[in-house]
């Protein structure tokens, strides 16, 4: 059994550029050592670690069905994410995870499902997203609202391209602002998820900034959607991954550990969550 407290080295195979100012990167890492592959499911998350400068947590953007690579999308914010963001294709890194829960996608089978995203936190919507794709004979209807402060925001840019092709997704892209060029939606996420007629019998999964949820999960309510089948991740709120560090604690729980993925009638029940 893989000792959560022991980071592994993964080597760097690709990295993208995702924003005009440099400030958003996506980093596929590849394993050095076949032993340390690991399972995971959309919603989980990894620590990255840098010698001599300390660790993050992110997201796991990619899919399991994407077996040869981790995909991480890095917001340079701090000093650790300045390091990462400093690394070259072919670099090492260290590693830990996969942590906490995940989006509950065996309760997804067979049912129509909603994602509600917003910047670059739809890095485990992607996961889930593509997971759902690739396995699309076990879901219904999939809807997606994707939005972003303008059209340079947008992650994953070339995949959009190719999910707006398919005839067995919908999605709506929207930005806050309109921007000359602009022929999508635009308004803020609460506001174009109330005016998209989502179906509230669906499954809704949302991520993104913590101002998005706060507005988002009230909007879904009102739809008619019930809290047991609305779920979103406070991955903002992770730490150390895995307890110890107490610095996720809200509540009775711990965010690492009872989290990140939450539905909407437990996040009712954990005090100064959102």
């Not at 997606?144 to 997704?169: H, T």
């Not at 174009?192 to 007629?197: L, M, N, Q």
Request: glycine share 8%; hydrophobic share 35%; charged share 25%.
């Amino acid at each position: 059994m893989k000792n959560t407290y022991i980071p592994f080295q993964m080597k760097v195979k690709k990295i993208y550029t995702e924003s005009p100012d440099r400030t958003l990167k996506t980093f596929d890492l590849s394993y050095i050592n076949k032993e340390d592959k690991f399972d995971f499911l959309p919603g989980q998350f990894c620590e990255f670690s840098i010698l001599g400068k300390g660790e993050s947590p992110f997201g796991i953007a990619s899919s399991p069905t994407e077996e040869e690579i981790l995909k991480f999308t890095v917001n340079r914010t701090g000093s650790v994410t300045n390091e990462i963001h400093y690394l070259q294709e072919g670099d090492i890194i260290g590693i830990r995870g996969p942590l906490g829960n995940w989006y509950p996608v065996e309760k997804f089978k067979g049912q129509d499902v909603v994602i509600i995203g917003g910047g670059f936190a739809f890095t485990t919507l992607r996961s889930l997203l593509v997971y759902m794709l690739e396995n699309r004979k076990d879901y219904g209807k999939i809807t997606v609202v994707y939005g972003a402060r303008n059209p340079d925001l947008f992650i994953y840019k070339d995949e959009i391209k190719e999910w707006e092709k398919r005839d067995d997704l919908t999605l709506h892209l929207t930005i806050d602002n309109p921007v000359k060029g602009w022929n999508k939606l635009t308004g803020f996420v609460p506001t174009v998820t109330k005016e998209v007629s989502l179906d509230p019998t669906s499954w809704c999964v949302v991520c993104g900034p913590p101002i998005m949820i706060k507005y988002t999960l009230p909007v879904l309510t009102e739809i008619g959607f019930p809290d047991e089948k609305i779920y979103t991740s406070l991955e903002r709120r992770m730490k150390c991954g895995i307890g110890k560090c107490g610095r996720c604690n809200i509540g009775s729980k711990y965010i690492c550990i009872d989290g990140p993925v939450f539905s909407y009638e437990e996040i009712k029940k954990i005090p100064e969550a959102l």
